[in-house]
């Protein structure tokens, strides 16, 4: 016990002593300022401490100065309008109600309880108000006409609100009312302090989408004010409106922003009704106008034409140990016939996960070579590039072609030596990553470039990599995606490219059968992995994160890997994520590849191109956390063998709406336009494509699944206005996108 007291103050001594002689960097200051942290101990520079040393005097501290108030920031109305997008008088007119509430009646509020579940408006006298502490801080208002009493509880309230609401005030209040604990209840209601007999609006009122700081009254009055200022002329001829049975503008837009009390309101919500109709019309006849004088502007550059299918061409499709399919011979063709054009071709290449995209791509690729030209293809991450180039070096090099591989992580002097290649011209195709893109990569002869996984790279990326060619000539352009984009969706945000889709997979593909399965049955999983690697087959397990997040409690892949390597003894466990230096990596891939590594546990890099024909099974833990697009890309990496494949989706119950539904639809399909069809149908077009995709906003108004004859209509009114040769003509395309565009036109630029 002696011997325990006696080493318990020698090493708390010794702590002691390291903290006051080495003290953290912020005691230091304290220390210069001779400010000690403990007063029982003194430290002036290396002197030793005792527990016998006494008390220092401390001397005084000054009061810190009070900081001066910084002053209040004041934001104008204009600035929050502006953070809206609304910037202009039509800006605010075309800024229509998102919903619609009926205050044009009143209900007692006995019919409003037995009618309850909806939103109704009520009229009473507050009767009681008072602040609340238990459970938590809240204002309890109780109010009562002839026929009964209702609670409305506001949970966030400011101090005004509880004098504006006093006894004897008469109060209308709409909310959805819900019967709790205390009886007829309405929380967070909206309200207004009236008097008896206060007249009721005569129309609908709106409700639009709004920001911070903005109200719905402020909104209404900046909307009317602009409404008197703006030019009402109509932008479309009376014939097309007749032809077409469409509103007038006019008329349309004033029925929507103040609708009369008789209209059909089932019709104004589902924005079926004809002012809602002419609405959709003109943003989509915007929408295609732009993209349509896009692909004209195009098409008026200058582009090298690439004729010649040569020798080097006819060679690599001999060698080719397996026949093209059809669609990819059809595709191919399509390509073929744009790069003999005198302006540059912009087509984006199509087709599920392991459709072959590669091979029709490095086809495309001996094209320009033959015709005398560089190629170039930049793929989004290194293992997806350097894939590439493995596979297609191994078919061009034996012909003759000199490839040039070109990333971040290269050494300065192979870097060097790959620009030189370069920009001498000896490099006839290079493959890369963003790299590529960098000011000191100079081209001799841009020919044709290639954007794999297009979908991974911004608007600009992608065009930094098109003007690497001669400034007289643009070079031809072919985009990549194993994220298949609907039709719909294609016409309207793509209209100004060539879409080819190669919607056949090649022979001998085994079917992935997929299941959804609760992460508590993870040790049933753990045996299929293991038997699974008996059977000489290779397994991927996906992971969300690398590391722990106290956000998200999700299974990290080193835990994973670290739990996975204790499990299975017996197999070689693999990890590979995106913090590993491309050397580790590629190192750790390579082994995969080999099939010396069973199991590899990674995060989604690998989520696009890598190609291991042996990995049968695919696990994904906290599968509902990932989009419906990715997992169709994460269950793209199995299945490229003979042998049927196994996607596993580990899933934390109980699930959400939209997280079930992903499941389901990967249960159900292996289809990936069904799958993008789908994903669309949950997330909309917006998250969808993303902003950086598009290069301008989506559509506001138009719904690309319900209003697909207006689409149709729409590009058919665009090519007419476009094709004729009328001032009049003329004039409605440029008033149409002055109105709707606001004057700045952008390009969808892909």
Known sequence: MIRSAQWNIWHYTVRLYRHYNNPPQQLRLRYAQGVPDNPLFYASGTKTLHMSDPKPDLPPTAKPAAKPKAAKKVVSTESRLAKLGLRTDMDLVLHLPMRYEDETKVYTIRDACLRGGESWQVEGVVTKCEVNFKPRKQLLVTIADETGNLLLRFMNFYGSQVKQLAEGTRVRARAELKHGFFGAEMVHPTYKVVNEGAPLPTALTPVYPSGEGLSQHVLRREIADAMRRIDWQDTLPDDLLRGMQLSPFRAAVHLLHYPPQDIDESALMDRSHPAWVRMKFDELLAQQLSLKRAQRARRSKGAASLPIVGTLSEAFGAALPFKLTGAQARVLEEIRADLRQPYPMQRLLQGDVGSGKTVVAALSATQAIDSGYQAALMAPTEILAEQHFRKIAAWMEPLGVKVAWLTGSLKKKEKTAALALIESGEAQLVIGTHALIQDNVL?????????????????????????????????????????????????????????????????????????????????????????????????????????????????????TYMMLAEALPALQVGLVHGRLKPAEKQEVMDAFIAGHIHVLVATTVIEVGVDVPNASLMVIEHAERFGLSQLHQLRGRVGRGSAASVCLLLYQGPLGGVARQRLMTMRETTDGFEIARRDLEIRGPGEFLGARQSGQAMLRFADLETDQWLVDQARDVAHDLLHASTAAAAATVEAHLARWLGGKEEFLKV
């Not at 969706?489 to 001998?508: C, F, R």
């Not at 045996?527 to 590391?547: D, F, K, S």
């Open 443 to 559: 081209f001799a002869k841009l020919g044709l470039v290639i954007v794999d996984e297009q979908h991974r790279f911004g608007v600009g990326q992608r065009l930094t990599l098109r003007n690497k060619g001669d400034s007289a000539a643009v070079p031809h352009q072919l985009m990549m995606s194993a994220t298949p984009i609907p039709r719909t969706l294609a016409m309207t945000y793509y209209a100004d490219l060539e879409v080819s889709v190669i919607d056949e997979l090649p022979p001998g593909r085994s079917p992935i059968v997929t299941r959804a399965i609760d992460q508590n049955r993870r040790d049933e999983v753990i045996a299929r992995v293991y038997a699974a690697a008996l059977e000489g087959r290779q397994v991927y397990w996906v992971c969300p994160l690398i590391e722990e997040s106290e956000a998200l409690q999700l299974q990290t892949a080193t835990d």
